[in-house]
């Protein structure tokens, strides 16, 4: 169960661009036997929702899993663990893992051996020292010291098979890492996949409001029915 936008508990069903995202991890996986990506996203569109269901389910359900869930902010971060909880609150009891360490960074089950651990980026240190199966940066075009995060937790996670990359952010300008690594991936250099996610997507964002002036070019876009385009895939 996920908190949907007007706070109601529901049943989590993937909307178009969670749909999207799935179809293009597991098409990578299958072909590649692990996952590295790169996600550029508009607002709001259930991206990291995706993501967290995705990675709890994999510590959830088999063993030895570790992943490694980092934000660009505290608050952040404690918005995408407290999804992670949510699952394990309301997962049916049949299929709830047994609890191991239980905090404010950590959700461990001691019988899989599995655990999610989470933090923020400010922490230049975060995630060195160990191993993960499974690394989930979000925002990264947000990170000051992406550069140094790059260099620690990323290195964590083996070449192996099975594991999973995935870093997810927002359009921040044509500067830093992420925007390096997605026109890297662009012009098909390196294993990192890019995956667009357009703004469009989103019903809320079809809305226009006819009492606002609009300009010749607005009036033309508001004519243009953006859902009918095709999946869009770098």
Same mark, same amino acid.
């Given at each position: 169960? !996920? ?5 109601d508990?529901v ?9 999207? +995202?799935?179809?293009?991890? $597991?098409?990578?996986?299958? $072909?590649?036997?692990? @996952?590295?990506?790169?996600? !550029?996203?508009?607002?709001? $569109?259930?991206? &990291?929702?995706?993501?967290t269901?995705?990675? /709890?389910?994999?510590? &959830?359900?088999?063993?030895?899993v570790s ?16 999804? +992670?909880?949510?699952?394990q609150? /309301?997962?049916?009891? !049949?299929?709830?893992p047994? $609890?191991? =360490? ?7 089950f001691?019988?899989? *051996?599995?655990?999610f ?10 995630g060195r020292?160990?191993t993960?199966? @499974? ?18 937790? #990323?290195?964590?996670v %083996?070449?192996?098979?099975? =594991? ?10 044509? @500067?830093?890492?992420?925007?390096? #690594?997605c ?7 390196? *294993? /990192?996949?890019?995956?667009?996610v %357009?703004?469009?997507? #989103?019903?809320e ?9 609009? =300009? ?7 004519? !243009?029915?953006?859902s009918? /385009?095709?999946?869009? @895939? #770098?």
């Open positions: 169960l !996920v908190k949907d936008k007007k706070g508990i049943t989590f069903r993937l909307n178009r661009a969670q749909r999207h +995202i799935h179809a293009c991890l $597991e098409r990578q996986l299958k $072909e590649t036997r692990r @996952v590295r990506a790169l996600i !550029v996203k508009g607002r709001q $569109e259930g991206c &990291s929702l995706y993501l269901g995705r990675n /709890y389910w994999k510590c &959830s359900r088999k063993k030895g992943a490694l869930l980092i934000s660009h902010d505290a608050k952040a971060t404690d918005h995408l663990f407290s999804m +992670i909880k949510r699952y609150k /309301y997962i049916n009891p !049949v299929l709830a047994v $609890e191991g =360490t239980a905090n404010r960074n950590q959700l461990a001691s019988e899989l *051996e599995s655990s651990s989470v933090g923020t980026a400010g922490n230049e240190d975060i020292g160990g993960h199966q @499974v690394f989930h940066w979000s925002e990264v075009a947000y990170t000051k010291n992406a550069d140094l995060i790059q260099d620690g937790a #990323m290195q964590t %083996p070449n192996a098979a099975g =594991t999973e990359i995935v870093l997810e952010s927002t359009a921040n300008g044509a @500067v830093g890492l992420f925007y390096n #690594m026109d890297a991936a662009i012009h098909g250099k390196g *294993e /990192y996949q890019l995956i667009f %357009p703004w469009w997507w #989103m019903d964002y079809e809305e226009v409001d006819r009492g606002l002036p609009l =300009t010749d070019e607005e009036v033309e876009y508001a004519a !243009v029915n953006l009918e /385009y095709p999946e869009a @895939v #770098m």
